[in-house]
């Protein structure tokens, strides 16, 4: 035992103590497999431990979703789908060789190789997420993982779901062949924009199949699984571009297209279909998407709901909000419009909610609640009229005060006497405070509400001065009577509800009572003829278009929180409102500015689509007032300042809480 060694062959030890005759080599591959073989029993032990729980596999074909709703446009158009969409499963060897190439590039270059899962790739994309903490995290998933993910999984990330998508990986690899598993995932992955599968995606994106996809549109769909509203094309076409071409690039770089291809597919624009690049007519969809299930109830099946909307003029409205703010976002510090265009029935033809519905999906024509101003003036000067005024009867301009409130007018002056057709092309303030006294505001109220207010309405002497929150649907639809004939027309979007089958749940034509008359003679024609003289030398004259026969008001508030516009023709009305959603004050945008601009804009366009008729009842029997009696002509009295749109100073309000942030609109073309 002196040397150290252990006993010899009849029992001593060999040297260190260990086995004798036993090599270290030897010993290496012996607690090896002893570590192997506790590892294999803690392995198992594992996948029992979490294979107890794992959800159930036999449904693997089954889809569960909930029906989708898709709405058209009065032609047929698609406006938009909402609901998960998804299409019949596609067969790979249908689709164009770069397709699926395109996925496995970019989300799994290994797919061909691994076992369901890919080892280095999980340890290099821990070591990144360990080394570069505050960035974008890096996933080490592959394919087949995501598939067991979509499948079968949550969303939730913890060590028990990691495990379980693990040891679902495995089995979907033994179960499934490479290309069966690589449909499936095609076939399931969301693609944003409620599409699931390559189907829905090529349909909902390109208005194309699978099959006719192109290489840039198969580099842009790939790119979009890292994350589908990220690289949505709709919410950064530039961002998507270069998605698509990291893509490309992969492709070139793993020898599945040669460079030559990626030059000649970023050579060729991408454009998603029209209907889904129109995102501002999702404002519109929103407001009828709320209206479905009260008419019909919760769907069981997919849906078609063939809407009112005017897609051309829709997008003309659009271009024409858009363009304006954007050339007074900084001047004149405008943020925010909407609009909402009728026909003489109530049919909404065109319905924008905002600049940018991307960005902001809050909708400012049916939700966002602003003084009217001097726009709600025509409901004050029909109550007179009812009562017996004329638009000849004189009037006179001067200091006034009612109770402890004394209005006054923009430019502080007053123009003496004049006529009430006078007073309300130039808006008049003070004239309006004291015809809302005589008339009664209680009496003003009652015929906002009879033509179409549907909101609160205060009965302060204020109230005459618009001192009362409205949205651009009520305006629009409470101004349609004085386009149609004096006919109530509350402002609808859906005509027809119907299964996917054909099955009719709901018909508006079956639906339909008679309308009631809110205007009688010669009420309407007096107000036809006053209203005609706003656009014509009043305060609104940069919406005239010449040409066609209109008529309108101008609004304004206080210190310029907000600006109308609400015009018509015989038989359509449009309402335009701009400010901030802050209720902050712009700089001196009024009524006969920036709205006017909107309107004219939509409406040159507009026009030439519709069945463009003269307002209804003609110009009234009236005498021609003696000269002193209005103490000069309109124009000289309005003055070029009023011509070129200048402001109606109203009275103040509180400001409601902010709704959102400015926009930008998305532009539909990539690369």
């Known amino acids: 035992m002196a040397n150290g060694r252990g006993p010899d062959r009849n029992g001593a030890m060999g040297p260190g103590g ?96 691994h076992p369901g899962f890919n080892p280095w790739g999980i340890a290099r994309s821990q070591l990144w997420n360990l080394t570069h903490r505050g960035g974008p995290l890096r996933g080490g998933s592959t394919i087949t993982q995501q598939l067991a993910r979509n499948l079968f999984l949550s969303a939730d990330q913890n060590m028990r779901r990691k495990i379980q998508e693990l040891i679902l990986s495995f089995w979907l690899e033994l179960r499934f062949s490479k290309k069966e598993i690589l449909a499936l995932y095609m076939n399931r992955v969301g693609f944003g924009a409620g599409a699931y599968g390559i189907e829905a995606a090529a349909q909902r994106y390109f208005n194309t199949t ?22 949505s094309p709709l919410a950064d076409s530039e961002r998507a571009a270069r998605r698509a071409d990291v893509v490309l690039r992969t492709m070139v770089k793993t020898k599945k297209i040669t460079e030559e291809e990626r030059l000649a597919a970023i050579a060729k624009p991408v454009r998603v279909s029209r209907s889904l690049a129109n995102q501002n007519a999702q404002y519109f969809v929103d407001w009828v998407d709320g209206q479905v299930r009260s008419l019909v109830g919760e769907p069981t099946e997919d849906l078609i709901v063939e809407t009112t909307l005017d897609l051309p003029i829709q997008v003309a409205g659009e271009n024409s909000l858009r363009a304006i703010v954007e050339r007074d976002k900084k001047a004149r510090g405008v943020e925010q419009a909407s609009m909402v265009a009728l026909d003489g ?94 008339v009664g505001t209680g009496n003003v109220a009652t015929t906002a509400r009879r033509l179409g207010i549907t909101g609160p309405i205060q009965t302060d002497p204020s109230m005459a001065l618009g001192a009362v929150e409205v949205t651009p649907v009520e305006m629009a639809q409470a101004y349609a009577p004085f386009a149609n004939g004096g006919y109530s027309a509350r402002a609808y979007g859906i005509e027809r509800i119907r299964t996917a089958g054909g099955q009719i749940l709901y018909d508006k034509s079956l639906q339909r009572e008679g309308r009631a008359q809110v205007i009688g003679t010669p009420a309407l024609q007096y107000m036809n003829q006053m209203m005609r003289q706003v656009p014509a030398v009043g305060t609104g004259t940069r919406a005239n278009i010449a040409g066609y026969d209109l008529a309108g008001k101008t609004g304004t508030t206080s210190d310029y929180k907000d600006a109308w516009y609400v015009g018509y023709t015989g038989g359509f009305v449009a309402a335009v409102w701009v400010g901030k959603d802050n209720n902050k004050p712009m700089v001196q945008v009024t009524g006969g500015n920036a709205p006017a601009e909107i309107w004219r804009g939509f409406m040159t366009a507009a026009l030439p689509r519709l069945a463009v008729q003269a307002i209804p009842g003609g110009a009234a029997p009236i005498a021609a007032p003696a000269r002193d009696t209005i103490s000069d002509q309109i124009g000289d009295l309005i003055g070029q300042e009023h011509r070129e749109g200048a402001p109606e100073e109203e009275e103040p309000r509180p400001a409601p809480p902010p709704a959102s942030n400015a926009p930008k609109g998305p532009p539909p073309v990539l690369y």
């Open 345 to 438: 029935e109530g049919r909404v033809r065109a319905y924008v909610g905002g600049v940018s519905y991307i960005d902001s999906q809050f909708d400012r024509a049916s939700n966002a609640h602003r003084q009217a101003g001097s726009a709600f003036k025509p409901f004050v000067y029909l109550t007179a009229m009812e009562q017996g005024r004329t638009p000849n009867d004189p009037v006179v301009d001067e200091p006034v005060t009612i109770g402890n409130w004394s209005p006054r007018n923009y430019d502080g002056r007053f123009s003496g006497p004049m006529i009430l057709q006078t007073a309300l092309a130039k808006s008049i303030n003070t004239v309006a405070a004291k015809l809302a006294s005589e």
């Open 18 to 113: 260990g086995r004798p005759g036993r090599t270290r080599f030897q010993q290496v591959v012996y607690w090896g497999s002893v570590a192997a073989v506790w590892g294999m029993i803690f392995l198992a032990t594992v996948v029992l431990v979490f294979a107890m729980d794992l959800p159930d596999t036999s449904k693997l074909y089954e889809v569960t979703r909930q029906p989708s709703v898709s709405y058209l446009d009065r032609s047929g158009t698609l406006l938009a789908v909402r609901g998960s969409q998804y299409a019949p499963p596609v067969d790979l060897d249908e689709l164009p060789k770069y397709v699926p190439d395109a996925f496995v590039a970019i989300e799994d270059q290994h797919f061909y190789w």
């Open 210 to 231: 699978a099959s006719q996809l192109t290489l840039p549109q198969a580099a842009l769909l790939a790119g979009l699984i890292k994350g589908p509203s990220r690289y």
